[in-house]
């Protein structure tokens, strides 16, 4: 999997930090080789926070003018008051707490540098989550996703294959564009998953995601050609490259079921993207839901879930127990049956 920015990306942050003023700008840069190498985050988090920052930035100067030039004079009241503007703008809560938390890691990569002395955005509390229950797939719908791939076309292998090993395994979209050929190992029906911080772990495969892989890799082998930057990666374009995100988004929406709008909100599909259509659960990141919910008829243990599920985040397994909230009706039915 890609790891770090691309030099272009760099650059052109780069030039738009120095309209912030030499000091946010050098500090800006400095932050951003912290979290790439001691915090080891992947490309799209990084961005993420990085973006939050500079956006952060923007407001401060915008309402404190140079009083705001030095990231280090940012007081507790400036950032309440930039809390305060997120709550009128109507932010949700989580899309503050995400906010907030790459504020609190930016000051505290300040204090720890000692360019600040004190911390301003440590007292400050995040936003009370709620706590809803993911919207899911039933296995039958699943199943029909699957079959609804064309294996007439050129990618209806890879496509086929993709989604069997997303279900089998609870993939997020960038472990699956991420994953490398060295980390299969068929004959033991494990894959090697580098997720969330570059954490490694071993996930079980299925035997209909096997065969798929196989299926796949042969028919790879024979009608692909990798370009230079795909070599030894599972799945390619067919210009022989690594795959987008949004290749993947692209195939669920087309491939999952419709369902009309429950509570009035749109699922979610990934952290980064909603489906206008309204599918419930049937987004990249509704998969790894689907598996939570899908395990209960022959797993009644958490942990199981965690390790297969989590990339090594003890905050995981919070949605891992909201999703097993979906099996409580079905062991108080057979409380009585052994697992």
Same mark, same amino acid.
């Not at 490259?241 to 429950?262: A, D």
């Given at each position: 999997m890609k790891r770090g920015l691309s030099a272009g990306f760099m650059q052109r942050q780069d030039r738009r930090w120095v309209e912030l003023g030499p000091l946010w700008s050098l500090q800006l840069k400095g932050y951003r080789a912290w979290l790439g190498l001691e915090k080891s985050l992947a490309p799209l988090t990084l961005e993420a926070y990085l973006r939050d920052i500079y956006q952060l930035a923007v407001w401060l100067q915008g309402v404190y003018g140079s009083e705001a030039g030095d990231p280090s004079g940012v007081t507790k009241a400036m950032l309440r008051e930039w809390l305060a503007g997120l709550t009128e703008l109507g932010l949700q809560a989580v899309s503050q707490a995400r906010m907030l938390s790459a504020v609190k890691s930016f000051f505290g990569y300040l204090e720890q540098e000692g360019t600040a002395l004190h911390q301003p955005a440590a007292l400050l509390e995040l936003p009370?989550?709620?706590? @809803?229950? +993911?919207?899911?797939? !039933?296995?039958?719908e699943v199943q029909e996703m699957i079959q609804r791939v064309d294996l007439s076309l050129p990618s209806g292998q890879r496509d086929r294959c993709m989604l069997e090993l997303m279900y089998a395994c609870g993939l997020r979209v960038s472990e699956v564009v991420g994953l490398q050929r060295a980390d299969l190992m068929l004959d033991l029906g494990l894959v090697r998953v580098r997720g969330k911080g570059n954490r490694e772990r071993l996930v079980p495969l299925g035997s209909?995601?096997?065969?798929?892989?196989?299926?796949?890799?042969?028919?790879?082998?024979?009608? %692909?050609?990798?370009?230079?930057?795909?070599?030894?990666?599972?799945?390619?374009?067919?210009?022989?490259?690594?795959?987008?995100?949004?290749?993947?988004?692209?195939?669920? @929406?087309?491939?999952?079921?419709?369902? +009309?709008?429950?509570? *009035?909100?749109? +699922? #979610?599909? =990934? !952290? #980064?993207? #909603?489906? /206008?259509y309204g599918r419930s659960g049937s987004g990249p990141k509704g998969c790894s839901r689907n598996?939570?919910?899908?395990?209960?008829?022959?797993?009644?243990?958490?942990?199981? /879930? @965690? %390790? *297969?599920?989590?990339?090594?985040?003890?905050?995981?397994? !919070?949605?891992? %127990?909201?999703?097993?909230?979906?099996?409580?009706?079905?062991?108080?039915?057979? !409380? =009585? #049956? @052994?697992?």
């Open positions: 009370r989550l709620s706590r @809803k229950l +993911p919207t899911v797939l !039933s296995i039958n209909e995601a096997t065969q798929s892989l196989r299926l796949y890799l042969r028919w790879a082998d024979a009608e %692909q050609r990798p370009a230079p930057d795909g070599e030894g990666t599972v799945f390619l374009s067919r210009n022989g490259r690594p795959l987008t995100r949004m290749v993947v988004f692209l195939l669920v @929406k087309t491939s999952g079921p419709l369902r +009309p709008h429950q509570g *009035g909100r749109t +699922p #979610c599909l =990934s !952290s #980064c993207l #909603c489906d /206008p598996v939570r919910t899908s395990l209960h008829p022959h797993h009644r243990d958490l942990h199981p /879930p @965690k %390790q *297969g599920l989590s990339a090594g985040s003890g905050s995981e397994i !919070s949605s891992t %127990q909201r999703s097993r909230s979906f099996e409580v009706p079905l062991i108080r039915a057979n !409380s =009585s #049956c @052994k697992a």
